[in-house]
């Protein structure tokens, strides 16, 4: 009933810039805050930046001075600007939307992307 779904990862070298995209479908009477992870090979997953619904920001201290986060309410969008990207930053980046549906307001739940691949290396 939702599709959270991911575009704008690839190969760049350390350095350089990526800007990810994330849009929510399907039946969303809400979304409360909108997030992007990562996981890198053998690690956990962690949490890179987030934003709320009104715009209030949060960043990962790996990635603060280097990625910001925005969002478009009227398309239901999250973006992920990525710059000074390191190779570290390797991973595959996630898109998190908490959503309420038409169906069944007064609840929020948690939709995932599939994931987009970032490799950082020259």
């Known amino acids: 009933q939702v599709q959270v779904v991911e575009s704008g990862g690839g190969l760049v070298q350390p350095g350089g810039s990526l800007r990810l995209s994330c849009a929510a479908s399907g039946s969303i009477f809400s979304i409360r805050d909108m997030g992007w992870y990562r996981q890198a090979p053998g690690k956990q997953r962690e949490l890179v930046a987030s934003i709320t619904s009104d715009g209030g920001t949060n960043y990962a201290d790996f990635v603060k001075g280097r990625f910001v986060i925005s969002r478009d309410n009227a398309k239901n969008t999250v973006y992920l600007q990525m710059n000074s990207l390191k190779p570290e930053d390797t991973a595959v980046y996630y898109c998190?939307?908490?959503?309420?549906?038409?169906?069944?307001?007064?609840?929020?739940?948690?939709?995932w992307g599939q994931g987009t691949q970032v490799i950082v290396s020259s």
């Open positions: 998190n939307a908490e959503v309420t549906t038409i169906q069944l307001r007064g609840y929020i739940y948690d939709y």
